[in-house]
């Protein structure tokens, strides 16, 4: 789990999965390449929009969650599994 501290919002939650990266890299060493994020979710497995404000789709202390592509895969089979 990596804190971040987002101050007063005002960025899009999509900084927030690149900072999240960013500081998964470097805790991870330099030949750790996560990629790019393909979304967040929150804890409960509900999806964020990305493009929102992180003042208006997260409360203060909230965890929340990037999708990789391998947790894409992941979710697919989740999915089909349900029906």
Same mark, same amino acid.
């Given at each position: 789990?990596? =804190? *971040?501290?987002?101050?007063?919002? #005002?960025?899009? %939650?999509?900084?927030?999965?690149? %900072?999240?990266?960013?500081?998964?890299?470097?805790?991870?060493?330099?030949?750790?390449? =996560?990629?790019?994020?393909?979304?967040?979710?929150?804890?409960?497995?509900?999806?964020?929009?990305?493009?929102? #404000? %992180?003042?208006?789709?997260?409360?203060?202390?909230?965890? %929340?969650?990037? *999708?990789?592509?391998?947790?894409?895969?992941?979710?697919?089979?989740?999915?089909?599994?349900?029906?």
């Amino acid at each position: 789990m990596f =804190p *971040i501290f987002c101050g007063s919002g #005002t960025q899009r %939650v999509r900084w927030l999965s690149d %900072v999240a990266l960013h500081r998964y890299e470097h805790f991870n060493g330099a030949g750790s390449d =996560p990629g790019l994020a393909k979304g967040m979710r929150f804890e409960n497995g509900d999806l964020i929009d990305i493009e929102a #404000t %992180v003042s208006n789709k997260l409360k203060s202390e909230e965890h %929340v969650w990037v *999708i990789l592509n391998e947790d894409l895969a992941l979710m697919e089979a989740e999915r089909k599994r349900e029906f």
